[in-house]
């Protein structure tokens, strides 16, 4: 029986990540009708606080991807509201999207991390921060939006940095480059799941090649070690624990083999909304675990709840 009989499904948004999370909404939106649910679709704007105030849910489902769906901030409005709500609270999720301090945490918790800087967007243009190949990333973005990989080809860093309508932010982290393979887990209900490779069929795991039905593919379970594969489900959970993510998160991971035991294992980061369209991994891998899709939207409804 459902405990929450009227869910407003949060999606859209103005981050960079919007048309993902529109089409995030209306799967899990979808997916609720079917199971009986009263749904209210909301394409969220800056009066989302007076719009919600008015519509009184029972609960929300926050399908929004980046900011401010991702960084704790509709989870603020959320909390003021006093309306339940899906995923992680106010802190984990800014925690999270802060990839810099992120790391920190993580590091702390024996999560191993990539080498890296945090720089200003003038830092990083002006010549290379470290010996290449390394990667240039936004500090709070997601979806590898506005992420550049720099190669010993390259004689200087992007010339997309210098732009005047860069809309990434002025932080970037400057990160060593890590070769090998694309590992990604997911934690459902405080268990971490089963392991994917993502082999990108065109250049890197991009956001092209994340959103965009072909232009990846995914091995499940990632053909691994099971030494390796354990280690990278174990180093998931203690990651999602370590920054107090609730609900469902995913870890993505770089794995170089070359290096004996786990050693090239290193997480990238967590996502605290991980993207819930056709191709997205998170339904896949609960799906390899034998729960629907409908069932786990389900279960991330009547998972919701305040002071998360």
């Given at each position: 029986m459902n405990q929450f009989k009227h869910v407003a499904v949060l999606m859209g948004g103005w981050s960079s990540e919007r048309e993902v999370s529109l089409r995030s909404g209306k799967a899990c939106a979808d997916a609720l009708e079917r199971k009986g649910y009263q749904v209210t679709r909301i394409d969220v704007k800056r009066n989302i606080a007076t719009?919600?105030?008015q519509l009184k849910p029972d609960a929300a489902l926050v399908m929004l991807h980046g900011k401010?769906?991702?960084d704790g901030t509709i989870q603020g409005v959320l909390e003021t509201l006093g309306i339940p709500?899906?995923?992680s609270g106010v802190l984990s999720s800014?925690?999270?999207?802060?990839k810099d301090l992120a790391k920190t945490v993580m590091a702390t918790a024996g999560v191993p991390v990539p080498e890296g800087l945090t720089l200003t967007r003038a830092e990083v243009a002006k010549g290379h921060a470290m010996a290449p190949p390394y990667v240039i990333k936004p500090v709070a973005d997601g979806s590898s939006v506005g992420v550049f990989i720099v190669t010993e080809a390259h004689a200087?860093?992007?010339q997309e940095l210098f732009r005047e309508d860069w809309p990434h932010g002025d932080q970037l982290l400057v990160e060593k480059y890590i070769a090998g393979k694309e590992l990604?887990?997911?934690v459902i209900n405080g268990e971490p799941t089963g392991v994917i490779e993502i082999v990108p069929l065109i250049k890197f795991y991009d956001y092209e090649a994340k959103y965009s039905p072909g232009a990846s593919k995914h091995i499940l379970p990632a053909p691994i070690l099971p030494f390796v594969y354990q280690e990278v489900r174990r180093?998931?959970?203690a990651a999602h624990v370590a920054l107090g993510c609730r609900g469902v998160s995913r870890a993505d991971f770089r794995y170089d083999?070359?290096?004996e035991g786990t050693g090239g294992l290193t997480c990238l980061e967590v996502n605290t909304q991980p993207g819930m369209t056709e191709t997205s991994l998170v339904p896949e891998l609960a799906a390899h675990a034998g729960v629907t899709f409908d069932e786990l939207v389900q279960w991330m409804v009547e998972d919701a709840s305040l002071d998360r």
């Open positions: 719009v919600l105030e401010p769906g991702e709500y899906s995923h800014s925690l999270a999207m802060q200087h860093p992007p990604t887990c997911a180093l998931t959970l083999d070359r290096i």
